[in-house]
């Protein structure tokens, strides 16, 4: 059973930071890509940030290029999302994806995590 299971979130004040995980299990890690979507109360779904090892490839969206960044852990199948100078627009909640086809799409997604970032 592919599991995605996200930790991490939480309320902090803008200019704070907050590190989100995903650990994931069922699959075979290496040859997937994770990534991390959000999706904000009235908007749309958006793509935060991707990584793929077996590609090398990492995306990050520019709302948050420079701020976020996105790393993994292979020894324990876990992939981090580290998000500084949160902004209040940030507010989401935030859903760890993975897909085998190298950041362009994803077949499991996990259950979310809510980031609230306060002004």
């Known amino acids: 059973e592919v599991q995605l299971v996200e930790s991490g979130g939480g309320l902090v004040q803008a200019g704070g930071s907050l590190r989100l995980s995903c650990a994931a299990s069922?699959?075979?890690?290496?040859?997937?890509?994770i990534g991390w979507f959000r999706q904000a109360p009235g908007k749309e779904r958006e793509a935060v940030s991707c990584?793929?090892?077996?590609?090398?490839?990492?995306y990050y969206a520019d709302s948050v290029k420079g701020r976020f960044t996105i790393s993994s852990d292979n020894a324990r199948n876990t992939v981090y999302l580290q998000m500084n100078s949160l902004k209040p627009e940030d507010t989401a909640v935030y859903y760890c994806?993975?897909?085998?086809?190298?950041?362009?799409?994803?077949?499991?997604w996990g259950q979310g995590t809510q980031v609230t970032v306060s002004s």
């Open positions: 990584i793929s090892s077996s590609d090398a490839i990492t």
């Open positions: 994806v993975a897909g085998p086809t190298g950041c362009r799409a994803y077949d499991y």
């Open positions: 069922g699959f075979t890690f290496d040859d997937y890509a």
